[in-house]
Nanobody, 120 residues
Framework: QVQLVESGGGLVQPGGSLRLSCTAS????????MGWYRQAPGNQRELVAR???????NYADSVKGRFTISRDNAKNTVYLQMNILKPEDTAVYYC??????????????WGQGTQVTVSS
């Protein structure tokens, strides 16, 4: 099994910044992809940003130019730097990883979620 611990959410004013972190632990042999999704009340969960083994990234159009995803492979940690935050960024942000362990093939795992609220 893989466990994910997220941190960094909170309340911020419009135009402000936050940095989310997510660290994966467990008997991980290969980490294929790490990313962030978000879900606002009444909405479906949506991809925010994702980074794969090669370092290639993809972003939701709504966050391009404002958010930056990065990872520390040695620490199995993924970061999401969020700048120029807008009220519409308010949501619960979930970390997601795709990894292979000693007893499972490539599988997806979710964090518990961290609340990000953008409001004046």
């Amino acid at each position: 099994q893989v466990q994910l611990v997220e941190s960094g959410g909170g309340l911020v004013q419009p135009g402000g910044s936050l940095r989310l972190s997510c660290t994966a632990s467990g008997d991980i042999l290969t980490m294929y992809a790490m990313g962030w999704y978000r879900q606002a009340p009444g909405n479906q969960r949506e991809l925010v940003a994702r980074i794969i083994n090669s370092g290639s990234t993809n972003y939701a159009d709504s966050v391009k130019g404002r958010f930056t995803i990065s990872r520390d492979n040695a620490k199995n940690t993924v970061y999401l730097q969020m700048n120029i935050l807008k009220p519409e960024d308010t949501a619960v942000y979930y970390c997601n990883v795709v990894s292979r362990t000693a007893i499972t093939g490539p599988s997806g795992y979710w964090g518990q979620g961290t609340q990000v609220t953008v409001s004046s």
